[in-house]
């Protein structure tokens, strides 16, 4: 084949090299570009605002009790029910009192044995018929005589379990038949007339609050802000979850429920933020993102957001201050498309 090459035609070799080469593009060729979109800017600026951290907790009856019997005894009548509103002094459990009844009842015959006796020692006394000593003796039996009345009768007062301050029942623990004995809780009652919010507090923010302080309290089910007074901050920490029990006592509201979820806004101090128009952020997916002009061109960036409000959206990165971000027609821009500011 060597040996034929130098004789083939000029015309032949320039056409078997051109074959040989892949053909190439014409210049210039390529995606067509971007048309200019028309859009409004607004440079990026700092603004003051409190940096804030939420602690969760509940709503809680300022004023609350487990009631308990002083004594055992079977209960025989259990005249509320969930939900009853109930008086100061009002009965709500009353234990079988046969066994108190008859301990009172031999208590009192005691009693009046030993005074009659204590009276005939007195005048035997004056005749100089027993010495002093029997008759401190009989006087002596006389006030345990008296002793064991008053203790049958607290006894017996005891099998009455009543309000002590006026509220509503809001758990029931036993019913009738069931046995009553110290320790053993029978009704919950509370207050609904004031509750507040108990929140655990993180001990790097406890030092922030002080007995006094008015702080925002948010209910999911009320769905309003409420203003809570700082009450009662623990003075010591949990040592297992690092965090301080904190009191703060809510306004008044028909609509609160004792075991409501609610959310404290505790605040940390004054800092630099970058806020932006709500329709200047995109969301394409998961993603959120602005376009920075540069140069008139879009310039797309990922950011992380923080607080929003109706008037804007914090950015917490993403943008530095004094970058300009398109606030209207950002929606439909792609990176690096021409921009004709308006």
């Given amino acids: 084949m060597k040996a034929l090459l130098p004789h083939l035609p ?7 090299a051109t074959g040989c080469h892949r053909s190439q593009p014409p210049a210039g060729s390529g995606p067509p570009p971007l048309p200019s979109a028309d859009v409004q800017v607004q440079t990026v600026g700092t603004e003051k605002s409190v940096a804030t951290e939420e602690v969760v907790g509940t709503v809680r009856a300022r004023l609350r009790a487990t009631l308990e019997a002083k004594v055992s005894g079977r209960i025989e009548n259990l005249p509320v029910t969930l939900g009853q509103a109930v008086k100061a002094g009002d009965l709500l459990v009353q234990l079988d009192v046969r066994e108190g009844r008859a301990r009172l009842d031999q208590a009192v015959a005691l009693r009046q044995q030993a005074v009659r006796e204590l009276e ?9 018929a027993v010495t002093q000593s029997e008759f401190d003796a009989v006087e002596a039996r006389s006030r345990v005589a008296d002793a064991a009345v008053v203790e049958a009768e607290t006894i017996l007062d005891h099998s009455r379990v009543v309000a002590p301050f006026a509220g509503i029942i809001t ?8 046995l009553a004995s110290p320790g053993r809780p029978l009704l919950e009652i509370e207050d609904p007339a004031a509750f507040r919010l108990e929140a655990d507090v993180p001990e790097a923010t406890i030092g922030r609050l002080k007995i006094g302080d008015r702080l925002q309290v948010q ?45 404290l806004t505790v605040p940390l101090g004054e800092i630099q933020t970058l806020w932006v128009p709500t329709n200047a952020l995109v969301r394409r997916g998961q993603m959120e ?54």
């Fill in 10 to 16: 000029l015309t032949l070799l320039l056409a078997f």
């Fill in 120 to 128: 005939r020692f007195k005048a035997l006394l004056q005749q100089e």
């Fill in 171 to 178: 758990r029931k623990l036993a019913d009738v038949g069931d």
């Fill in 219 to 263: 209910i999911p089910a009320l769905a309003r802000e409420l203003e809570g007074a700082v009450a009662e901050i623990a003075p010591a920490a949990d040592p297992v979850s690092r965090t301080s029990r904190v009191k703060l006592d809510l306004p008044r509201s028909p609509d609160l429920r004792s075991g409501q979820f609610g959310r």
């Fill in 289 to 342: 993102l602005v376009f920075v002009a540069t140069n008139n061109l879009a310039q797309m960036r990922l950011v992380k957001t923080g607080k929003r409000t109706p008037q804007g959206i914090e950015l917490l990165s993403g943008v530095v201050p004094g970058e300009t971000v398109v606030v209207d027609g950002a929606a439909n821009l792609r990176d690096g498309q021409p921009l004709q500011v308006r």
